[in-house]
């Protein structure tokens, strides 16, 4: 396969990473939430990947409060083009957005996904369970970046998602 770049998202890559999450989820619910969390300002980090001029996959990363104060970060939506997947380039978003989160000093993220895939970066349900959270279960993970604190709480996600 052409070479991938990974980068951060730019003004300029908003229409092709909504048509992109359009195309891989094959609806317009999670590029509506992705457009919402950008309006209210609660998305902290998207990246993505990039195959010549063409944006393939997409990453973003959001501020969870913990009893009210910014304390943790979720994982979610990313998506890969339909025909780019199985290729690696989810993994490389998901190791580039943890090893960027990690830099930046943050502690745990959070994600609610599919549980056969997210465990590959360290993700558990173990890890999710002391939190407080809309979700339960083995498709609602966290993963440990740093030690120390947030380790336990009442988690608040942003209204794009509607809980
Ligand atoms: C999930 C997704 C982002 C993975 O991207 P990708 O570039 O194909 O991922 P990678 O190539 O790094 O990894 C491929 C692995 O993901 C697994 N995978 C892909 N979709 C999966 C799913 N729905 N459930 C579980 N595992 C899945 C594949 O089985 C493959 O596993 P293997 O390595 O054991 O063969 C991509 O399939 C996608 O965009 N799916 C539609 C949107 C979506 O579901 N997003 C995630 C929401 S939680």
Known sequence: MTDI???TAETTDREAILNLNIGAFGRRDEAEIVSRLEADGDALLQLVAVM???IVGHILFYAIRIDGR???VGLGPMSVNPWAQRAG???GLVHY???HLQDGGVSLVFVLGHETYY???GFSEVAAAPFVAPWKG???MAVRLRHGPP???RLQFPTAFGV
Do not use: H, K, N
């Open 5 to 7: 770049t990974f980068r």
């Open 52 to 54: 010549e001029t063409d």
């Open 70 to 72: 910014i304390g943790a």
């Open 89 to 91: 380039i989810g993994s």
């Open 97 to 99: 957005g943890l090893r």
């Open 119 to 121: 465990p590959r970066f």
């Open 138 to 140: 083995p498709q609602f």
């Open 151 to 153: 380790t336990s709480g």
